[in-house]
Structures are given as C-alpha cells and as structure tokens.
C-alpha cells in the first residue's frame, strides 16, 4: 500500500526538509582537509536537537549514529570515524530528520578539499542523475520512467547504478511503499498518483555495480575499489509536478 498524503502532511514534510537542507548548507562548509566525519556526525546531532528535531537514523534497526558517511569506494552506510578527511576525497554524508514526527532524508557527495578530474566527473554526473530522476516524477508516470531514465543517462555516461540499495517511501517512517530502483524498465512498479511521497538516491560507480558488506554489518564498499558517489532528495509527486523537500 502506497500511502497518498495530504497537503498538509506534505507541509510538515517540506518543514523537516527544510532543516536537512540547511543542516547539509552547514556541513558544506565544514567539511575540509583535516576534519573528521565523527566531528561531522556530532555536529549534525547538535545541529538538528538545538532546532527541535532528531536524528532518525540513529538507532534505526541497530544503526549507531546520526548520520552515514561514505568515503571513496564506500558506497553508503558508512560509519562516522575519527580518521581525518583527506585532500581530494570525496565523501557522501547521509541523514534523515525527525521533525514533529515527520521525516525527510537526503544525502550529499563532498569534494574535500580540490578533487581529481575522475572524482569531480563522477560527482557531476550523479548530482545530474538525481534530477534526471526527479524530472520523471510525475503523476501518471511509473517509478520505472525514474529508474529507467536514471539508469540510461548514468551508463551512458560510462558510470554503472547499484542495484542493492534503492530509494523509497518516506513519511512517518524512514523505508515505507514503494520500493524506488534507479535501474530497470519503464513498466515497473506503481503509477505515480498525486501525494506520494518518495526518495530518489542513485548511487553512481566508477567501475562495476557489485557492493559488499563490511565486517560491521553496514559499511558498503565497491568490490572492485573504484569511486562511489550519491545525491538523494525527498520528492513529493504533486499535480504540479516534483516537489523537492530538501531544497530549500
Ligand atoms: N538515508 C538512508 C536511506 O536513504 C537510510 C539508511 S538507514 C541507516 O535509506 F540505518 F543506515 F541509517
Ligand atoms: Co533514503
């Protein structure tokens, strides 16, 4: 069951995404050569608890911290450390708000410091993917017009998707119906209906798709070591078109 949301819902929704986006405007400048990301992972903590709100990843099935940071050829689900960020890095920090009992969720890939030519490719392209994406979140398109149109610019561009992490649904919890691949046909899934509120989070890779598991039960790196990197918004589908919830 898809759940449709009111207008008013989706306000709430838009008052959490508000937050994230500010909370990542704040991060940005933060993040630089010499910083760690469990200094970053603190600071979100602090951030979102002095403005009201929480952080819904932290204790999600076990997850210990507020936020995912994912360096390199991690491709998400990494864990905050205390290792210092390096010049030409880059690193994928990744949360969800809890404000009022309403949920947005968004990620952002950092350049930290000056970044190689690959790295730089790799992160434009997928910040592009993401609104390639969105632009098919449109009522009376299937999730499949967003998965597909995904999938088509990133391998076109020489990059390959994941496969074993998708986006979702979102509202009162972070992983509600439906399921969002970013790869696949046109034909898949439901047909977007006005009030959905939903995920896109493409993960873009360097070389192949395979991920693997870390001995942590979380971190998620690419198995054959190259580049990862990921954009992800909170999308409402209105009569209007794509409502992006952590813009603003
Ligand atoms: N923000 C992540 C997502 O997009 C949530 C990961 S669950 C966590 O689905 F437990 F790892 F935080
Ligand atoms: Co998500």
């Excluded at 933060?30 to 469990?38: D, H």
């Amino acid at each position: 069951m898809v759940t449709r949301r009111t207008k008013d819902e989706i306000n709430h929704m838009y008052e959490a995404g508000k937050l994230l986006s500010q909370c990542h405007k704040e991060i940005f400048k933060r993040i630089q050569p010499g910083v760690s990301t469990k200094e970053i992972d603190a600071f979100v903590d602090e951030y979102l608890k002095k403005h009201g709100a929480s952080p819904e990843q932290k204790g999600y099935q076990g997850y210990p911290f507020a936020t995912c940071a994912s360096v390199n050829d991690v491709v998400c689900h990494g864990f905050p450390t205390n290792e210092p960020l390096q010049e030409g890095d880059i690193v994928t920090i990744d949360f969800v708000v809890n404000l009022n009992g309403w949920l947005a969720d968004s990620a952002w890939s950092y350049r930290v410091g000056q970044v190689g030519k690959k790295a730089e490719a790799l992160l434009k392209a997928s910040e592009e993917a993401l609104y390639v994406g969105i632009e098919q979140a449109q009522v009376g398109n299937r999730i499949g017009h967003i998965a597909n149109a995904i999938e088509r610019f990133a391998t076109d561009k020489g990059y390959s998707v994941v496969k074993d992490f998708i986006g979702h649904g979102i509202g009162r919890q972070i992983h509600e119906s439906p399921i969002v691949p970013h790869f696949g046909p046109v034909e898949q899934g439901p047909v977007l209906e006005e009030g959905m509120v939903i995920t896109i989070e493409p993960m873009l890779n360097c070389g192949a798709y395979f991920v693997y598991i870390g001995e942590d039960g979380w971190t998620a790196r690419t198995v054959d070591g190259e580049l990862s990197a990921q954009y992800e918004h909170t999308v409402a589908i209105t009569k209007n078109g794509p409502l992006i919830l952590t813009e603003q």
